[in-house]
């Protein structure tokens, strides 16, 4: 059975995807399961989307009852739902931020942000960072960074730049009177598990401001207590003018978020639009996920957990790791070689783990991880880093 899955996929699939040979069938918390009954600690959660892990009862039981009611209602009608979240994300983000598009993805998300920044200001440009990623549609691709993912599509969108990550000197010459928006991650995720500056993030914040650009800030993998605040940008002091969300925001279920207040005044009518965004279906889910991580103070369990993790892994008997860096539960973890192999040895040991560049491992489990799912990740580095 597993073989035939296997060769089915590969038969009939896209084929954009490296795959590794194992069938996942079920999960529950932080564990999933392959059609063996192979159990796997799951670090990855679906690229940080299962943030309250599988199977949680707070998901289950919102679709259940939601399906139940009505799963697709357009925007062009109101849905109780649909209030209810933006209710949700009003109370849990700056007031200055009190609109909100929903859409179906990260990319989604900020394909939005950068549409909404050039149409408030009527500038085009717009600045990411070196080693950023924003998504693979074309505006987000524009924004990122990587030959592999630009090349094969270049053309792009024209009047993007990059500045590099944590420079500080370069933010002066970077942002100009053209500059619709800045676009940036407080952790670039794909990027390594860096993570931004203070002094950056502030002095980005101050010159978009003086020159009447309006900053971007992706929250897509961040968002919603991976990093040990509600928001990784509350560590910095700092508030953006747009923020997109997206990944744990609907506990597994697809969902982007853009959100924005005053500065990016009325938009068109019908200027932006989506067919599936803002479905009760996902609404139903997210807002109550929401609730559920401020609730239970998630942020501040990813907080502690994470400095265990953290702690845990620097102190492994290793010469082969070259830096341990993150924040919160995004975890990314430099390797002094490729980090391909690794990630297969760690799966032989019944931990799944990203990677993030070919010399770094990346975890992100979900945020409901315990001390015992630490002291195995440890165990398993361990063994395979020895």
């Not at 500038?123 to 960074?145: C, Q």
């Not at 002091?237 to 853009?258: E, F, N, R």
Request: aromatic content about 6%; hydrophobic content about 40%.
């Amino acid at each position: 059975m597993p073989q035939q899955i296997i060769e089915c996929e590969d038969r009939h699939s896209s084929g954009m995807y490296y795959k590794r040979p194992v069938v996942l069938v079920r999960g529950e918390g932080t564990r999933v399961w392959d059609t063996a009954g192979r159990e796997y600690l799951d670090c990855t959660a679906g690229i940080g989307v299962a943030a309250l892990g599988h199977a949680h009862p707070v998901v289950v039981e919102a679709l259940r009852e939601q399906a139940n009611r009505l799963i697709t209602c357009h925007e062009l009608f109101y849905n109780d739902q649909r209030a209810a979240l933006f209710e949700r994300l009003n109370a849990v983000t700056p007031p200055t931020i009190n609109r909100f598009f929903l859409s179906n993805s990260g990319a989604e998300a900020n394909e939005a942000a950068i549409k909404f920044a050039r149409a408030a200001t009527g500038r085009t440009e717009i600045v990411s960072a070196m080693r950023s990623y924003h998504g693979k549609t074309f505006g987000a691709l524009s924004a990122t960074w990587g030959d592999d993912y630009r090349t094969p599509f270049e053309p792009l969108v024209p009047g993007f730049s990059t500045i590099p990550f944590n420079r500080l000197e370069k933010v002066p010459d970077a942002i100009s009177d053209n500059t619709a928006a800045v676009l940036i991650e407080v952790v670039q995720g794909e990027g390594g598990v860096r993570p931004a500056t203070t002094e950056f993030l502030q002095a980005l914040r101050m010159t978009c401001t003086e020159r009447g650009a309006l900053l971007v800030i992706d929250e897509v993998q961040t968002g919603f207590g991976r990093t040990g605040r509600l928001f990784a940008f509350e560590h910095h002091g700092i508030v953006p003018d747009i923020l997109t969300l997206a990944k744990s925001v609907a506990g597994g279920l697809p969902m982007g978020v853009t959100g924005f207040g005053d500065t990016i005044g009325q938009l068109a009518k019908l200027s932006h639009t989506t067919t599936f965004g803002g479905n009760p279906l996902a609404c139903a889910v997210a807002q109550r996920v929401i609730a559920h991580i401020v609730d239970t103070d998630l942020p501040s369990r990813a907080a502690e957990q994470g400095q265990r993790l953290v702690d845990a892994i620097r102190t492994l008997p290793t010469s082969q790791i070259r830096e341990v860096r993150g924040l919160g539960l995004m975890v990314g973890i430099e390797l002094k070689q490729p980090a391909g192999e690794a990630a297969r040895n760690l799966m032989d040991e019944g931990i799944l783990v990203l990677l993030a560049g070919p010399k770094v491992l990346r975890l992100l489990p979900p945020l409901i991880i315990e001390a015992g799912d630490i002291d195995q990740i440890a165990t398993a580095l361990g063994k395979v880093l020895k």
